[in-house]
């Protein structure tokens, strides 16, 4: 009977082991998970409408905003507010492409270009100034031609000397200034005398004046002629080199005091810029003009550069600017208004930039590829044979 009993006992505990182990899941074995059900898709956010670019609509406006004048935001990102027009003719200066109504700015600029102008003619010989672009009616981006000139303080003075007489409508539209350029890297001393050089020194003598932009070819020639024009070469570093400024020099005058509203640009920080600045200049120059000798003819696809400015992008003030006085801006869809299509038909101010012959390509492209003349761009030595390229080390 006790032999029964644990033989019982025995049988059930063993039976409990297997029913354990059969519930028991694998450890080897992936536990299955129910899918979640699909998310219900949310209502699409509708995209933003479409805005027209700010510099249609800048354009469009033919008249200054009737407000207290002041530059808002930056040289390349804002607008005028009561802009002011310089008279198509004074005494010493007559103003360019009139179709194009870029004849704007501030009190401050006017009075700085009729001084200069008084100046240049006085005392240093000048005959007098032809004023390319300076800023639309309301400031803002412009259609074509420039990224800044959008807050009335900046203006373009052709290097080509006025003539003695007043230049017709048609003259002042199709007149070319002249480049002062003899190839990519240099200026021909037969154009570029020192005339012009006197007169970009008195362009920056000015206290008010924040940079004057030339081509780098003529800034170097600045460099190496400064200290004929006189002991005093602070002018200098006033004068930056910058891209397609070779018929023109551009000037930009600082923020007027207590105008809170306008944002300078960093000063200038008392380098002369005829050193390493200049010298990487013509680094970029000379791949620039091999890039131009060597470009593929155009494919009939418009280049498009970044996509333009919005009124959105701009300073906010600039919307009470361009609505002022009920002028009413072009929708979107709208054929653009007359005023921009002029400013879109106007003639190029000056040639463009001389390209390179196919015996100076030549001489540049196998510097380029020769490994000597690679390791030499950083020592004296010789230039190419056949190419006048400029002193890397420039005369200060």
């Not at 027009?85 to 009190?107: E, H, Y």
């Not at 020194?201 to 940079?211: M, N, T, W």
């Amino acid at each position: 009977m006790m032999l029964r009993l644990v033989l019982g006992l025995i049988l059930i505990l063993c039976c409990g082991a297997v029913a354990a182990e059969q519930v028991k899941p694998a450890k080897t074995a992936a536990t299955a998970v129910p899918p979640k059900p699909d998310a219900k898709p949310g209502p699409k956010k509708p995209a933003p409408p479409k805005q027209p670019p700010a510099r249609d609509l800048f354009g469009a406006a033919t008249t200054p905003a009737p407000l207290a004048t002041r530059s808002i935001g930056s040289y390349a990102k804002g607008c005028l507010a009561g802009g002011v027009s310089l008279p198509i003719n004074g005494p010493d200066w007559q103003v360019m492409r009139l179709s194009r109504n870029r004849n704007w700015g501030t009190p401050q600029l006017l009075d700085y270009l009729e001084r200069l102008a008084s100046d240049a003619r006085a005392f240093d010989g000048w005959s007098g100034l032809l004023i390319g672009d300076m800023s639309q009616p309301r400031g803002g981006p412009m259609v074509n031609g420039h990224t800044s000139h959008q807050v009335g303080l900046d203006a373009d003075i052709w290097l080509t000397p006025m003539p003695d007489r007043i230049l017709t409508p048609e003259e002042r539209e199709d007149m070319t200034a002249v480049s002062m350029l003899k190839d990519p890297f240099s200026v021909d001393p037969a154009i570029f005398t020192t005339m012009q050089m006197k007169l970009i020194k008195r362009a920056a003598s000015y206290p008010q004046v924040a940079r004057i932009f030339v081509h780098p070819a003529i800034k170097k020639a600045l460099c190496e002629h400064a200290k004929e024009l006189g002991t005093d070469t602070a002018w200098l570093g006033k004068v930056r080199p910058w891209w397609n400024h070779h018929y023109h020099f551009h000037v930009r005058l600082k923020c007027p005091a207590g105008w809170d509203s306008c944002e300078n640009q960093k000063d200038v920080s008392g380098d002369d810029g005829c050193g390493q600045e200049l010298t990487n200049w013509y680094a970029m120059l000379k791949k620039a003009a091999i890039a131009a000798a060597e470009a593929p003819p155009p494919s009939g696809k418009p280049w498009t550069g970044k996509p333009p400015l919005t009124m959105a992008q701009l300073p906010k003030e600039c919307a009470t600017v361009l609505t002022a006085g009920g002028f009413v801006p072009p929708a979107l869809g709208d054929d653009r208004p007359e005023s921009v299509l002029k400013a879109i038909a106007a003639k190029d101010a000056g040639p463009p930039i001389p390209l390179l012959t196919a015996e100076q390509l030549k001489a540049l492209t196998e510097a380029k590829n020769d490994k000597t003349a690679k390791a030499a761009t950083t020592a004296d030595a010789a230039d190419p044979p056949g190419m006048p390229l400029p002193d890397r080390n420039p005369v200060r």
